[in-house]
């Protein structure tokens, strides 16, 4: 069974940089699928925040690709995510997922690690 | 970017009824190549993160009831649970991924007991 669980600080003060990693468990990063961040502010929708395989191959939403960064450590079999020059508006549940073979759909997610921007 | 717009914002359906969620996305996710349509549906309950239903606009994933079921096609698309059960009080969200990996949600449905 496919795990996945996140962590990392849950508070981060404004123009410093989130940092999460997500933790794989039950399947190994370097066999394949893509894997991807998705976030969701309090009470609100789900934005789509980037993917990436294990080779290392990113893609990014084009709304915050000048502020993102995702990488993958399979020695760890984890995958990370940071988020640069954060403000109150990048407060939201973080999750990390696994995409489908087929890049369609996201079908193994984490529980989600609340981040709030915060002085 | 494809918009993806869903309709109502919140549902209330009495329990054994039908409910039904709408989806619209801004340019067609049919490709003609493959005869597909790129569109899935997610269930999220309250504390939990989201859970695949649906993909291929109808293709139930596995594990799911099958009082759930998706159709439509292009631009249009519907999610029904045939006969509301209590467990399915959660907030659904549609999902293109035409243009991948450019993916984008709906902005959700909620779903409540009448």
């Known amino acids: 069974q496919v795990q996945l669980q996140e962590s990392g600080p849950g508070l981060v003060k404004p123009s410093e940089t989130l940092s999460l990693t997500c933790t794989v468990s039950?399947?190994?990063?370097?066999?394949?699928?893509?894997w991807g961040w998705i976030r969701q502010p309090p009470g609100k929708g789900l934005e789509w925040i980037g993917s990436i395989y294990h080779s290392g191959s990113t893609y990014y939403n084009p709304s915050l690709k000048s502020r993102v960064t995702i990488s993958v450590d399979t020695s760890k079999n984890q995958f990370s995510l940071k988020l640069s020059s954060v403000t109150a508006a990048d407060t939201a549940i973080y999750y990390c997922?696994?995409?489908?073979?087929?890049?369609?759909?996201?079908?193994?997610w984490g529980q989600g690690t609340l981040v709030t921007v915060s002085s | 970017d494809i918009v993806m717009t869903q309709s109502p914002d919140s549902l209330a359906v009495s329990l054994g009824e039908r409910a039904t969620i709408n989806c619209k996305s801004s340019?067609?996710?049919?490709?003609?190549?493959?005869?597909?349509?790129?569109l899935a549906w997610y269930q999220q309950k309250p504390g939990q993160p989201p859970r695949l239903l649906i993909y291929w606009a109808s293709t139930r994933e596995s594990g799911v009831p099958d009082r759930f079921s998706g159709s439509g096609s292009g631009t249009d698309f519907t999610l029904t649970i045939s006969s509301l059960q209590a467990e399915d009080v959660a907030v659904y969200y549609c999902q293109q991924y035409y243009i991948t990996p450019l993916y984008s949600f709906g902005q959700g449905t909620k779903l409540e007991i009448k």
């Open positions: 039950g399947y190994s990063i370097s066999s394949g699928y893509y």
């Open positions: 340019q067609s996710v049919f490709y003609s190549s493959d005869n597909k349509n790129y």
């Open positions: 997922a696994r995409l489908t073979g087929d890049l369609t759909a996201f079908d193994y």
